[in-house]
């Protein structure tokens, strides 16, 4: 399905929309872009969001489980309740091409056995509109590098993309067409011109991406060489271990889960589930004390094997979108494609 949507009447849509959840891209009070709700005066921009939309699908902190124990007499008993999260459909507009293949990334990661049903209830609640990048949102941005486009398509379930005083709106699938179908009127079929100036814009949108990391495949081919290598140590050298590159990254999923105790006469808890990160220290460490990765270096070789080895080697695909984030939030410079770029060119 393909239609044109003209820019004054998206807040129509938006308010149309009546039985879904709205989050859009929006300035919070700290000047900061981040994924928020809907208020009613909503318009979309071309924004990089500090935190990937991930945080709806897959949030920072989420409760699986809540148990109580209770006694009668001599005997205990331990009641455990499932706590599956809300069953609300939920839109998320103005996903970033590159955020809409994460969560495609993500499918791959959750669907496997033992299918995460917390993951899959809210994937499964939540459309996602992409909005194309017209520009780059990031001078940090190499999308193009790793398979990917700033009018890529996979992982949303519409692609917008801005005309000037009107979105082409591309349906994907049949979540997509159930929000185009919520407010019909709005829309008008795409005519041939539309289409003629949206294959402009998207190419016009790929020559302005400013970052590029040549032979991302050449580059999982050579990491497979340097897992002993002394490289990681030199590159590792600067690294405050502050996590903050996996935890803002679209496509990381690493998590924890933990008990916590909310009262002991009589005992009651949950069972918390919260984003964790490969570059922690103790992220490996086993109960024996061991751990397999005790210093830096092995923290950041893992976090680029997992990303440009491991998962190519599982899945075919690149764990990194290049939406550039952990570039520009790492404190110290540590540049995901200048790494890249030297284990390519390593001992060439
Ligand atoms: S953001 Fe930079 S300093 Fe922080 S853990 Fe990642 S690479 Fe290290
Ligand atoms: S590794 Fe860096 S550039 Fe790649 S998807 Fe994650 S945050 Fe973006």
């Known amino acids: 399905m393909e239609k044109t949507l003209a820019k004054k009447d998206f807040p129509q849509w938006v308010k149309k929309l009546t039985s879904w959840k709205i989050y859009l891209p929006k300035k919070d009070a700290g000047g900061r872009w981040n994924y928020a709700e809907a208020d009613g005066e909503d318009v979309l921009e071309t924004r990089q969001a500090t935190l990937p939309p991930?945080?709806?699908?897959?949030?920072?902190?989420?409760?699986?489980?809540?148990?109580?124990?209770?006694?009668?007499?001599?005997?205990?008993?331990?009641?455990?309740?499932?706590?599956?999260?809300?069953?609300?459909?939920?839109?998320?507009?103005?996903?970033?091409?590159?955020?809409?293949?994460?969560?495609?990334?993500?499918?791959?990661?959750?669907?496997?056995e033992p299918r995460d049903i917390y993951y899959w209830m809210r994937r499964e609640n939540t459309t996602l509109v992409g909005l194309a990048c017209t520009p780059p949102p990031s001078d940090n941005c190499f999308c193009t590098s790793v398979e990917g486009s700033p009018h890529a398509e996979e992982g949303s379930d519409i692609l917008l993309t801005d005309l000037g005083d009107k979105y082409?709106?591309?349906?994907?699938?049949?979540?997509?067409?159930?929000?185009?179908?919520?407010?019909?009127?709005?829309?008008?079929?795409?005519?041939?011109?539309?289409?003629?100036?949206?294959?402009?814009?998207?190419?016009?949108?790929?020559?302005?991406?400013?970052?590029?990391?040549?032979?991302?495949?050449?580059?999982?081919?050579?990491l497979k060489t340097m897992f002993d290598s002394p490289f990681w140590d030199e590159e590792a050298m600067s690294c405050l271990r502050c996590g903050i590159c996996t935890y803002i990254c679209p496509s990381c999923h690493c998590f924890d889960i933990n008990d916590e105790i909310i009262d002991t006469t009589p005992l009651r808890g949950k069972r918390v589930r919260t984003w964790d990160t490969c570059q922690f220290p103790d992220f490996t460490m086993h109960s024996s004390g061991h751990n397999p990765r005790p210093d830096k270096a092995s923290r950041l070789r893992q976090r680029l094997l997992h990303k440009f080895q491991y998962f190519v080697q599982v899945y075919d695909k690149f764990m990194c979108v290049g939406c550039g984030r952990c570039i520009t939030m790492c404190p110290v410079g540590i540049d995901i494609i200048k790494v890249l770029e030297k284990v390519r060119d390593h001992g060439a």
């Open 54 to 112: 991930k945080t709806i699908l897959f949030p920072q902190n989420e409760i699986l489980l809540e148990f109580s124990k209770s006694r009668k007499g001599n005997a205990e008993t331990l009641e455990v309740k499932e706590v599956l999260p809300p069953a609300e459909p939920t839109v998320v507009f103005g996903v970033r091409p590159c955020e809409a293949k994460a969560a495609w990334l993500l499918d791959e990661v959750f669907a496997s």
């Open 168 to 222: 082409y709106v591309r349906s994907l699938t049949a979540k997509g067409e159930a929000l185009i179908n919520a407010a019909k009127g709005l829309f008008e079929e795409a005519k041939p011109e539309d289409r003629k100036k949206v294959k402009a814009v998207h190419t016009e949108s790929e020559k302005k991406i400013q970052r590029e990391l040549k032979g991302a495949r050449a580059v999982s081919e050579k």
